[in-house]
């Protein structure tokens, strides 16, 4: 067993954290303003969208494995490593030659950020108990909504003062500071304990996840859904996830043990956080195209209108940790959830004349909703399980929601693409087929409505394409487009709906969890070191 151990310099250590996953939350925010000059100077355009994928796929993947291993060989060891990757991975970003370099170097980087992502959450939930610890877990929290709202300026900032390689190295500086706190305040692990380390379930669950990750995002984009490249990648994804089960229920020490989801609570609050993350997403992607196509703002412009949702989760992820105790982390969960559905059913009523101030409104209540919920899906498992298994259990509900986030990018995608082909086959072809001269613009736009609607909306919806359109596009083309937009945002968001109605009917079974000052006695041994 371990000698449990004080950590003397609290407030230092909070420093750290709240540093380390600052720029760490910032980083996903900020390279996509840089995206353009990147493109500009790299080339490989045709590679541009592995830039998120790749980082993606490797920060997803390793959450569970970096909980795992922390709660084996201590917190300072598996975050100063993940510090250290991410600091590198930076380093080399900033310095790619080419596409390629840089896509390669993303995906370090993201080992280093998935490693980073859960440890604050699990460190704040070894140094405190009960209120506090829904407190601090609430302020953390809210960083991540702060990065959405300062991350495109800092982006844009960076590039226009120097240049989009200084996207990555503004990370050492800053990177180094925090691993210097970090390691400075955070105590040396002991332990007496003999590790054994799941290599087998490491493996297979990676093959299975990145397997899953990746048919989900090529799927209905780089490759059609029926193709033998996405069934195939669904198939391994599914052997290997088999497999990682069949190795986990004999393992001595597994990565993920299969007992969790036999607890009622552990299942449900996951279930809650992956169902929320496909609602969240869904508001998050389409919102600004409806901003865009039906409303005419600019990007900027859609992206300012979003921040209310934004401040007001930060708003409320705060001040929900603080009264967490009082209220009940189900009674919370289940009124947030509630807000989220009640803004889903006003995004789903927008139409082609929604006001401004309706959808400033629709905003607030989303991010109330959803500032709401973030607070009790860390602490209710926190306060459900001992110490000894806080490591795996934090990154166990990171993990679920990254897995929620990209599931509903793509299956609300899907759904998008499915009906609004529909509606412009039935109502915009027909039209095109119809007009006196058709060019080789008309044949683009026929093409591109059959497979990539998304991206037809985005090109010929912005306020600069429709001002070059010719007179007889403006009056037959672009109302047709318009409701279909509107059309097809409405059935997407009435599915993002039923996604959250289902997390909202979860968690009325949920057990009561009471939020104790007492440390868990069972397993409770210190793993800050």
């Not at 379930?201 to 490759?223: E, N, P, S």
Request: charged share 10%; glycine share 12%; with cysteine.
């Amino acid at each position: 067993m371990e000698k449990k151990q004080e950590v003397k310099h609290q407030g230092l250590l909070l420093t750290g954290l709240f540093i380390a996953m600052l720029f760490g939350a910032l980083d996903g925010t900020i390279v996509g303003t840089a995206m353009p000059r990147i493109i500009g100077e790299l080339g490989g355009m045709g590679l541009m969208a592995w830039l998120s994928t790749s980082y993606m796929l490797t920060s997803t993947v390793i959450v569970p494995i970096a909980g795992k291993l922390s709660d084996l060989i201590g917190r300072k060891i598996v975050y100063v490593t993940g510090l250290g990757i991410f600091i590198i991975g930076s380093a080399l970003c900033g310095l790619s030659q080419n596409m390629t370099e840089l896509v390669l170097f993303r995906a370090l980087q993201g080992v280093g950020g998935g490693i980073m992502m859960p440890m604050a959450m699990i460190i704040v939930g070894d140094l405190f108990t009960g209120a506090k610890r829904a407190r601090w877990q609430g302020m953390f929290g809210a960083l991540f909504g702060l990065a959405g709202v300062i991350g495109p300026q800092v982006g844009g900032w960076i590039v226009d003062s120097w240049n989009w390689r200084w996207v990555f190295y503004i990370n050492l500086p800053v990177g180094i500071i925090a691993t210097i706190i970090i390691a400075m305040a955070l105590p040396k692990h002991r332990s007496l304990e003999v590790v054994r380390f799941d290599i087998a379930g490491m493996l297979t669950m990676v093959i299975g996840v990145v397997g899953l990750l990746l048919a989900l995002t090529l799927g209905g984009k780089d490759y059609p859904w029926a193709s033998w490249q996405i069934i195939g990648l669904f198939a391994v994804s599914f052997l290997f996830v088999l497999i990682f089960i069949r190795i986990e229920t004999r393992a001595t020490d597994p990565i993920l043990p299969m007992r969790f989801f036999k607890d009622r609570t552990f299942t449900l609050i996951n279930s809650i956080g992956f169902l929320m993350s496909v609602g969240m997403f869904g508001a998050m992607m389409f919102v600004p195209l409806y901003m865009q196509g039906i409303m005419g703002f600019s990007p900027s412009a859609s992206g300012t209108i979003m921040m209310p949702l934004t401040v007001t989760m930060i708003s409320a992820s705060i001040v929900c940790g603080l009264i967490i105790e009082k209220t009940g982390i189900r009674i919370q969960m289940a009124a947030g959830l509630l807000l989220m559905a009640v803004g889903f059913v006003f995004l789903a009523m927008m139409g082609l004349y929604t006001s401004t101030l309706t959808v400033t409104i629709t905003m607030l209540v989303l991010g109330l909703g959803m500032g709401m919920v973030f607070p009790g899906l860390t602490v209710a498992l926190q306060e459900s399980y001992p110490q000894s298994d806080l490591g795996l259990v934090t990154s166990s509900s990171t993990f679920f929601r990254q897995i929620g986030g990209t599931f509903g990018i793509t299956v609300l995608g899907a759904i998008m693409n499915l009906r609004s082909s529909q509606y412009l086959t039935d109502q915009l072809i027909p039209a095109l087929n119809q007009m006196p001269e058709k060019g080789p613009e008309v044949d683009a736009i026929i093409s591109q409505a059959d497979h990539d609607p998304q991206q037809l909306f985005s090109a010929l919806l912005s306020p600069d394409t429709i001002s070059q359109m010719p007179h007889v596009f403006l009056t037959d083309v672009v109302p047709i487009m318009k409701s279909a937009l509107v059309d097809s945002l409405q059935v997407v968001f009435l599915w993002s709906l039923g996604f959250v109605v289902v997390g909202l009917v979860i968690c009325f079974f949920l057990r009561k969890i009471h939020i104790t000052e007492k440390a868990r006695s069972k397993g409770n041994t210190s793993h800050f070191h």
